[in-house]
T-cell receptor
Framework: ETGVTQTPRHLVMGMTNKKSLKCEQHLGHNAMYWYKQSAKKPLELMFVYNFKEQTENNSVPSRFSPECPNSSHLFLHLHTLQPEDSALYLC??????????????FGAGTRLSVL | SQQGEEDPQALSIQEGENATMNCSYKTSINNLQWYRQNSGRGLVHLILIRSNEREKHSGRLRVTLDTSKKSSSLLITASRAADTASYFCATDTGGGNKLTFGTGTQLKVEL
Protein backbone atom coordinates (compact mmCIF):
# COMPACT_ATOMS: atom_id res chain seq x y z
CA GLU A 1 0.00 0.00 0.00
CA THR A 2 1.38 3.36 -1.02
CA GLY A 3 -1.13 5.46 0.92
CA VAL A 4 -2.83 6.57 -2.29
CA THR A 5 -6.09 4.80 -3.14
CA GLN A 6 -7.80 4.97 -6.50
CA THR A 7 -11.29 3.77 -7.36
CA PRO A 8 -12.53 2.13 -9.42
CA ARG A 9 -9.64 -0.08 -10.53
CA HIS A 10 -11.33 -0.85 -13.85
CA LEU A 11 -13.92 1.12 -15.78
CA VAL A 12 -15.63 0.46 -19.09
CA MET A 13 -17.74 3.26 -20.46
CA GLY A 14 -19.48 4.26 -23.64
CA MET A 15 -18.70 7.51 -25.37
CA THR A 16 -21.89 9.13 -24.12
CA ASN A 17 -21.48 8.14 -20.46
CA LYS A 18 -20.43 10.32 -17.57
CA LYS A 19 -18.25 8.79 -14.90
CA SER A 20 -15.80 9.92 -12.25
CA LEU A 21 -12.47 8.59 -11.04
CA LYS A 22 -11.63 9.05 -7.39
CA CYS A 23 -8.30 9.37 -5.63
CA GLU A 24 -7.65 9.65 -1.91
CA GLN A 25 -4.29 10.06 -0.19
CA HIS A 26 -3.64 9.27 3.47
CA LEU A 27 -0.13 10.71 3.58
CA GLY A 28 -0.81 14.31 4.59
CA HIS A 29 0.59 15.55 1.28
CA ASN A 30 -0.18 18.98 -0.13
CA ALA A 31 -0.01 18.25 -3.86
CA MET A 32 -1.96 15.81 -6.03
CA TYR A 33 -1.63 14.86 -9.68
CA TRP A 34 -3.47 13.11 -12.49
CA TYR A 35 -1.42 11.28 -15.12
CA LYS A 36 -2.44 9.39 -18.24
CA GLN A 37 -0.41 6.35 -19.23
CA SER A 38 -0.91 4.92 -22.72
CA ALA A 39 0.99 2.02 -24.20
CA LYS A 40 4.48 2.90 -25.44
CA LYS A 41 4.16 6.57 -24.49
CA PRO A 42 5.75 8.52 -21.67
CA LEU A 43 3.61 9.22 -18.66
CA GLU A 44 1.54 12.32 -19.47
CA LEU A 45 0.91 14.82 -16.72
CA MET A 46 -2.67 16.06 -16.95
CA PHE A 47 -3.41 18.17 -13.88
CA VAL A 48 -1.63 19.35 -10.75
CA TYR A 49 -3.22 20.62 -7.56
CA ASN A 50 -1.20 22.32 -4.85
CA PHE A 51 -3.11 23.04 -1.63
CA LYS A 52 -6.37 22.43 -3.54
CA GLU A 53 -5.51 25.01 -6.17
CA GLN A 54 -4.96 23.89 -9.73
CA THR A 55 -1.48 24.89 -10.74
CA GLU A 56 -1.14 23.03 -14.00
CA ASN A 57 -3.43 21.97 -16.81
CA ASN A 58 -1.42 20.42 -19.58
CA SER A 59 -3.72 21.27 -22.50
CA VAL A 60 -6.10 18.54 -21.50
CA PRO A 61 -9.38 18.37 -23.46
CA SER A 62 -12.40 19.74 -21.63
CA ARG A 63 -14.04 16.29 -21.60
CA PHE A 64 -11.72 15.69 -18.61
CA SER A 65 -12.69 17.83 -15.64
CA PRO A 66 -10.71 17.66 -12.37
CA GLU A 67 -12.00 18.50 -8.93
CA CYS A 68 -10.03 18.82 -5.72
CA PRO A 69 -12.35 19.52 -2.77
CA ASN A 70 -9.54 19.23 -0.21
CA SER A 71 -5.88 18.25 -0.03
CA SER A 72 -6.72 14.57 0.46
CA HIS A 73 -9.20 13.99 -2.36
CA LEU A 74 -8.98 14.36 -6.10
CA PHE A 75 -11.55 13.49 -8.73
CA LEU A 76 -11.45 13.26 -12.49
CA HIS A 77 -14.86 13.69 -14.08
CA LEU A 78 -15.22 12.14 -17.51
CA HIS A 79 -17.83 12.87 -20.17
CA THR A 80 -18.20 12.18 -23.88
CA LEU A 81 -14.85 10.42 -24.05
CA GLN A 82 -13.26 9.06 -27.19
CA PRO A 83 -11.82 5.56 -27.73
CA GLU A 84 -8.31 7.08 -27.76
CA ASP A 85 -8.87 8.12 -24.14
CA SER A 86 -8.61 4.47 -23.14
CA ALA A 87 -5.57 4.25 -20.89
CA LEU A 88 -4.36 3.73 -17.33
CA TYR A 89 -5.10 6.85 -15.27
CA LEU A 90 -2.77 7.32 -12.36
CA CYS A 91 -3.15 9.57 -9.37
CA UNK A 92 -0.14 10.66 -7.34
CA UNK A 93 0.57 12.85 -4.35
CA UNK A 94 3.63 14.49 -2.88
CA UNK A 95 4.70 16.77 -0.08
CA UNK A 96 6.11 19.89 -1.64
CA UNK A 97 8.37 22.23 0.29
CA UNK A 98 10.30 25.15 -1.17
CA UNK A 99 13.59 23.90 -2.55
CA UNK A 100 12.83 20.30 -1.66
CA UNK A 101 12.58 17.32 -4.01
CA UNK A 102 9.25 16.23 -5.44
CA UNK A 103 8.94 12.53 -4.58
CA UNK A 104 5.59 11.26 -5.77
CA UNK A 105 3.52 8.42 -4.40
CA PHE A 106 1.21 6.74 -6.87
CA GLY A 107 -2.06 4.91 -6.64
CA ALA A 108 -2.59 1.61 -8.45
CA GLY A 109 -4.47 3.36 -11.24
CA THR A 110 -7.81 3.05 -13.00
CA ARG A 111 -7.76 1.07 -16.24
CA LEU A 112 -10.28 2.89 -18.45
CA SER A 113 -11.74 1.43 -21.63
CA VAL A 114 -13.93 3.65 -23.80
CA LEU A 115 -16.12 1.74 -26.22
CA SER B 1 13.26 13.21 -28.11
CA GLN B 2 11.74 13.32 -24.65
CA GLN B 3 13.22 14.73 -21.48
CA GLY B 4 14.12 11.50 -19.74
CA GLU B 5 14.63 8.76 -22.28
CA GLU B 6 15.57 5.31 -21.10
CA ASP B 7 17.47 2.70 -22.97
CA PRO B 8 17.22 -0.08 -23.68
CA GLN B 9 13.45 -0.14 -24.15
CA ALA B 10 13.43 -3.79 -23.13
CA LEU B 11 15.92 -6.00 -21.34
CA SER B 12 15.77 -9.71 -20.62
CA ILE B 13 18.27 -11.35 -18.26
CA GLN B 14 18.67 -14.44 -16.13
CA GLU B 15 18.17 -14.40 -12.38
CA GLY B 16 21.40 -13.54 -10.61
CA GLU B 17 22.72 -11.34 -13.42
CA ASN B 18 23.05 -7.57 -13.18
CA ALA B 19 20.71 -5.25 -15.06
CA THR B 20 21.76 -1.82 -16.25
CA MET B 21 19.39 0.81 -17.55
CA ASN B 22 20.30 4.24 -18.85
CA CYS B 23 18.49 7.54 -18.90
CA SER B 24 19.31 10.65 -20.91
CA TYR B 25 17.75 14.05 -20.41
CA LYS B 26 17.96 17.48 -21.95
CA THR B 27 17.62 20.30 -19.44
CA SER B 28 19.36 21.15 -16.18
CA ILE B 29 17.96 19.28 -13.23
CA ASN B 30 17.68 19.61 -9.49
CA ASN B 31 17.53 15.85 -9.00
CA LEU B 32 16.79 12.67 -10.92
CA GLN B 33 14.63 9.85 -9.62
CA TRP B 34 14.03 6.24 -10.60
CA TYR B 35 10.65 4.58 -10.25
CA ARG B 36 9.48 1.00 -10.78
CA GLN B 37 6.10 -0.06 -12.14
CA ASN B 38 4.76 -3.58 -11.98
CA SER B 39 2.40 -4.48 -14.79
CA GLY B 40 -0.84 -2.48 -14.62
CA ARG B 41 0.04 -0.90 -11.28
CA GLY B 42 1.21 2.50 -10.08
CA LEU B 43 4.80 3.67 -9.96
CA VAL B 44 6.91 3.20 -6.86
CA HIS B 45 9.77 5.53 -6.00
CA LEU B 46 13.09 3.70 -5.76
CA ILE B 47 15.90 6.20 -5.37
CA LEU B 48 16.75 9.88 -5.83
CA ILE B 49 20.09 11.37 -6.77
CA ARG B 50 20.73 15.09 -6.49
CA SER B 51 22.49 17.09 -9.17
CA ASN B 52 25.59 17.50 -6.98
CA GLU B 53 25.89 13.75 -6.38
CA ARG B 54 27.63 11.31 -8.70
CA GLU B 55 26.66 7.97 -7.22
CA LYS B 56 24.16 6.61 -4.77
CA HIS B 57 23.41 3.16 -3.39
CA SER B 58 20.31 1.62 -1.89
CA GLY B 59 20.37 -2.11 -1.24
CA ARG B 60 20.92 -3.82 -4.60
CA LEU B 61 20.42 -0.54 -6.48
CA ARG B 62 23.21 1.69 -7.65
CA VAL B 63 22.52 4.95 -9.45
CA THR B 64 25.05 7.16 -11.17
CA LEU B 65 24.60 10.66 -12.51
CA ASP B 66 26.75 12.49 -15.03
CA THR B 67 25.43 16.03 -15.36
CA SER B 68 27.99 16.92 -18.02
CA LYS B 69 26.54 14.21 -20.26
CA LYS B 70 23.01 14.66 -18.93
CA SER B 71 22.71 10.97 -18.26
CA SER B 72 22.05 8.56 -15.43
CA SER B 73 22.21 4.81 -15.03
CA LEU B 74 20.44 2.41 -12.74
CA LEU B 75 22.18 -0.85 -11.89
CA ILE B 76 20.30 -3.68 -10.21
CA THR B 77 22.72 -6.28 -8.92
CA ALA B 78 21.96 -9.97 -8.44
CA SER B 79 18.56 -9.64 -10.08
CA ARG B 80 15.57 -11.68 -8.99
CA ALA B 81 12.40 -12.70 -10.80
CA ALA B 82 10.55 -10.21 -8.56
CA ASP B 83 12.54 -7.38 -10.17
CA THR B 84 10.56 -7.95 -13.39
CA ALA B 85 8.89 -4.57 -13.99
CA SER B 86 9.21 -1.36 -15.98
CA TYR B 87 11.70 1.19 -14.73
CA PHE B 88 11.34 4.91 -15.32
CA CYS B 89 13.63 7.82 -14.74
CA ALA B 90 12.08 11.14 -13.81
CA THR B 91 13.75 14.52 -13.87
CA ASP B 92 12.94 17.22 -11.35
CA THR B 93 13.97 20.67 -12.50
CA GLY B 94 13.22 22.14 -9.09
CA GLY B 95 10.39 24.34 -10.27
CA GLY B 96 8.00 22.45 -8.05
CA ASN B 97 5.00 20.38 -9.07
CA LYS B 98 6.48 18.76 -12.10
CA LEU B 99 8.39 15.56 -12.70
CA THR B 100 9.03 14.58 -16.29
CA PHE B 101 9.04 10.84 -16.89
CA GLY B 102 10.64 8.90 -19.70
CA THR B 103 9.20 6.01 -21.67
CA GLY B 104 10.73 3.38 -19.42
CA THR B 105 12.75 0.19 -19.70
CA GLN B 106 10.87 -3.10 -19.45
CA LEU B 107 12.99 -5.54 -17.48
CA LYS B 108 12.28 -9.25 -17.50
CA VAL B 109 14.22 -11.47 -15.14
CA GLU B 110 13.90 -15.14 -15.99
CA LEU B 111 14.44 -18.06 -13.66
Amino acid sequence: ETGVTQTPRHLVMGMTNKKSLKCEQHLGHNAMYWYKQSAKKPLELMFVYNFKEQTENNSVPSRFSPECPNSSHLFLHLHTLQPEDSALYLCASSHLVAGGPDIQYFGAGTRLSVL
Amino acid sequence: SQQGEEDPQALSIQEGENATMNCSYKTSINNLQWYRQNSGRGLVHLILIRSNEREKHSGRLRVTLDTSKKSSSLLITASRAADTASYFCATDTGGGNKLTFGTGTQLKVEL
